[in-house]
């Protein structure tokens, strides 16, 4: 028993901790910052104030995580982040296909607490900064109001990813609310006051059907009549729940710090009274059998302070994708802007405007101009208003952390501050680090001289040789569609396919690149063709005269026609990809962008690929086969196509395919990593959309690794994961390294991107 006599005052426990680095903020940017960090052997302390991690992809507001990929809805080709939020996301997927946001938690934890390297503290608030000079943080204080413990944190490095930069605010660094003036960035999309300069908090609600009647009576606080207040809930539709109301967002004429207790409540009166229209309005019978299964508690918030570094990305930055010699990560999703007023305005729910292609983020908008040792991740990187509305998803928010995570590491191992990595010229050093991980930076290939297979002979029991894809089962014509094939500089196309006409018909068809040879707008025609189809069965054969300036993707474009259906192939192929001039309005795409003429972005079409099981490759034949995956790809630093495919692929007729790798001397190595294809171009979205696999069909599950004696030196059965780093117990001597693999399935052959051996 304890008992205590009266005290006049008393102090909370406090335990004192230290670490190389403190990340403020458990959403996945500090996450991914924290991981990638620890793995590099810094000791991390990663402080969350909520009970779970993950922030708004958390079951505690369940919004799905995306980024460049958006909901494959734009242009932007294998996209999607790498390293550790690839990992994550594949993770996810494999485990959690559905999108349980319960699961989604499980996994983020599982993330964490496998890092030996990071001390988790959960419920934890940061109310507090120690510095030791005007322009250095030396610790943090936070409190647990679970087990009512104060934490006094010390450190040489800060990292803020807590969304509201409460470090950065308490420590002094200067930061930025609302929208910039149109003149201070040249940024044509700049808002007006009457549209609003904030972005607002959201709260969302699950439904379930019960099967039997459930009635609804509404708190007295809900919002009565909901029709006349929110206009759009005219055409509500009863089944959509979740994130999809992405829309029920308010807040942006107000503090969305300070006041997102007073934002919480009325988004509470907005879902309560929503439901209660849903219930007993009498308009959706549907809901007769329906309950609300879960609201949230806590507002989803996507803007509030942004802080200042070396450099402030903006608009151009965005739409013209500039290139930036720092750059460490990049977004792809569209500038997305939202009326102040949100859910009561009468104005759209968001106006979004995509880029032709994805756009670099540099290292000088991830750390405080101001602060010393104060690292920036997530949605308080240096941005403006404009540009953060794009950079502030969370698959984005999660790749910057990523680089900061690293950067920490070398900052820490050179014993320099954030910005002292571009007057030291270490800029270099954190990229290449970066790459090794699998975190992909646009424009830059991993040039590693202490990969010990860049010195090494190449070759295999087979490549994949590009001549034709099988004819499997006819489409109809009904969007214009293209096929995404990699072509050499000056390297003829003819090629030859098949449809069946109801009538006497015409298709026209095209040979277009894009203007950018890194992009997959396919924005410039270099050649037009008509062909005359004639009723029934055609084959037809196409014979470009232009040929493709630079080695890059082409595209083959045949335009709808209702009245034809053309021949696809269930094969897939790494690398190779078929395309369609879709309408996908979750991202505002309508078929095309175009924008008004004053506001600084593109007019261009969208040209995206379908999700599986659709989305298959055109059936075809070549006069002259595309001969892109060889051996040799594995050495070129690309860990997924870009302007190629960048992978061997063995040829499916190939039944024991082998990767042969052959040094002129005995080698020592003790780590082998290898990078497979798991489709960078799939979105692997966290909640509510589900997915058609567990495991993507590009990818090697089986692989054994044998040395120069024939012996088995590792084996992997079931792998499902981007990259696999094997750690061997021992060094291995050998002069030869023989990889076999399998093929995924009969319809994908075996594709490697790269293999990295180190001593």
Not at 335 to 362: M, R, T
Request: glycine content about 6%.
């Amino acid at each position: 028993m304890i008992k205590e006599e009266f005290n006049s005052k008393r102090d909370l426990r406090t335990e004192n901790l230290s670490a190389d680095l403190v990340v403020t903020g458990g959403g996945l940017s500090g996450v991914c910052a924290a991981i990638t960090a620890a793995r590099k052997g810094l000791k991390v302390i990663l402080i969350q104030d909520r009970p779970v991690l993950g922030g708004n992809s958390s079951s505690e507001v369940r919004l799905w995580v995306l980024g460049a990929t958006s909901h494959l809805g734009n242009n932007n080709r294998w996209s999607r982040e790498g390293g550790v939020i690839d990992e994550i996301l594949v993770e996810n997927t494999y485990k959690n296909k559905e999108g349980n946001p319960l699961i989604f938690d499980t996994i983020l934890l599982d993330k964490v607490i496998a890092e030996a390297n990071i001390t988790l503290l959960l419920n934890t608030a940061v109310h507090e900064v120690d510095k030791s000079s005007a322009d250095l943080i030396s610790a943090v204080k936070a409190f647990c109001s679970q087990n009512a413990t104060a934490y006094h944190v010390k450190a040489p490095l800060f990292c803020d990813a807590s969304g509201d930069g409460i470090v950065g605010f308490l420590s002094g660094a200067p930061f930025r609310m609302g929208a910039e003036r149109m003149d201070e960035f040249d940024e044509k999309f700049a808002p007006s006051s009457e549209y609003g300069e904030l972005l607002g908090h959201s709260l969302y609600f699950y439904s379930k059907d019960t099967g039997k009647p459930v009635k609804f009576t509404p708190p007295d606080f809900a919002l009565q009549d909901i029709t006349k207040e929110i206009p759009r809930f005219k055409s509500f539709n009863a089944k959509e729940y979740g994130c999809k109301l992405w829309w029920l967002e308010y807040g942006g004429r107000m503090d969305t710090v300070h006041d997102t207790e007073k934002i919480k409540w009325e988004l509470w009166k907005v879902v309560y009274g929503a439901w209660n229209y849903i219930k007993n309005s009498g308009e959706f019978p549907e809901a007769e059998t329906m309950t609300l299964e879960w609201v949230g508690t806590i507002p989803g918030k996507r803007e509030s302070r942004r802080f200042e570094g070396d450099y402030m990305l903006h608009q151009k930055d965005i739409v013209e994708q500039r290139t930036h010699h720092d750059a460490v990560a990049y977004g792809g999703w569209s500038i997305d802007l939202h009326p102040a007023d949100g859910v009561f305005s009468e104005k759209p729910g968001c106006n979004q405007w995509h880029s032709k292609g994805v756009y670099q983020i540099p290292y000088r908008c991830l750390y405080s101009r101001s602060i010393k040792n104060l690292f920036l991740a997530g949605r308080i990187i240096s941005a403006t208003h404009v540009a953060f509305a794009s950079t502030r998803v969370m698959a984005t928010a999660a790749h910057v952390g990523q680089a900061v995570g690293m950067a920490a590491f070398i900052a820490k191992e050179k014993g320099l501050n954030p910005a002292q990595l571009l007057q030291e010229n270490r800029i270099a050093s954190l990229q290449k680090e970066l790459l090794k991980t699998g975190h992909h930076i646009p424009g830059f290939e991993l040039q590693d001289e202490e990969d010990l297979v860049q010195s090494a002979q190449l070759s295999a029991s087979s490549k994949y040789s590009l001549k034709a894809l099988p004819l499997d089962f006819l489409k109809p014509l009904d969007v214009s569609t293209a096929q995404m094939l990699p072509l050499k500089q000056g390297e003829p196309l003819q090629l030859s396919f098949c449809t069946e006409a109801q009538e006497n018909a015409t298709l026209q068809i095209e040979l277009r690149i894009s203007s950018k040879i890194e992009n997959y707008t396919p924005d410039v025609i270099l050649e037009k063709q008509t062909l005359n189809l004639k009723k029934g069965k055609n084959i037809s054969t196409v014979a470009f005269n232009a040929v493709n300036p630079a080695t890059s993707y082409a595209f083959v474009t045949i335009h709808k026609n209702p009245e034809v259906q053309v021949y696809c192939s269930e094969q897939r192929l790494t690398g190779v990809l078929s395309v369609f001039n879709l309408v996908n309005k979750a991202v505002s795409n309508y078929g095309k962008q175009t924008p008004p003429a004053d506001i600084g972005v593109d007019e261009f079409e969208f040209w995206c690929p379908q999700r599986r099981p659709a989305g298959h490759n055109l059936a075809f034949e070549l006069a002259q086969p595309i001969n892109q995956f060889g051996v040799e790809n594995i050495q070129n630093g690309f860990f997924r196509p870009t302007t190629a495919p960048n992978a061997w692929v063995a040829d499916l007729k190939d039944e024991q395919p082998v990767l042969e790798i052959e040094w002129a001397e005995t080698q020592q190595i003790r780590s082998i990593e290898l990078s497979f294809d798991t489709d960078f171009d799939h979105p692997m979205e966290t909640v509510l959309m589900g997915h058609p696999e567990d495991v993507m069909p590009f990818c090697i599950r089986n692989y054994k690794i044998k040395d120069d004696q024939g012996t088995v030196v590792f084996e992997q059965k079931n792998n499902y994961q981007s990259n696999n780093t094997i750690q061997l117990s021992q060094p291995l001597q050998t002069k030869k390294l023989y990889i076999e693999v399998s093929h995924p399935s009969a319809n994908v052959p075996a594709a490697v991107f790269s293999v990295r051996c180190y001593k």
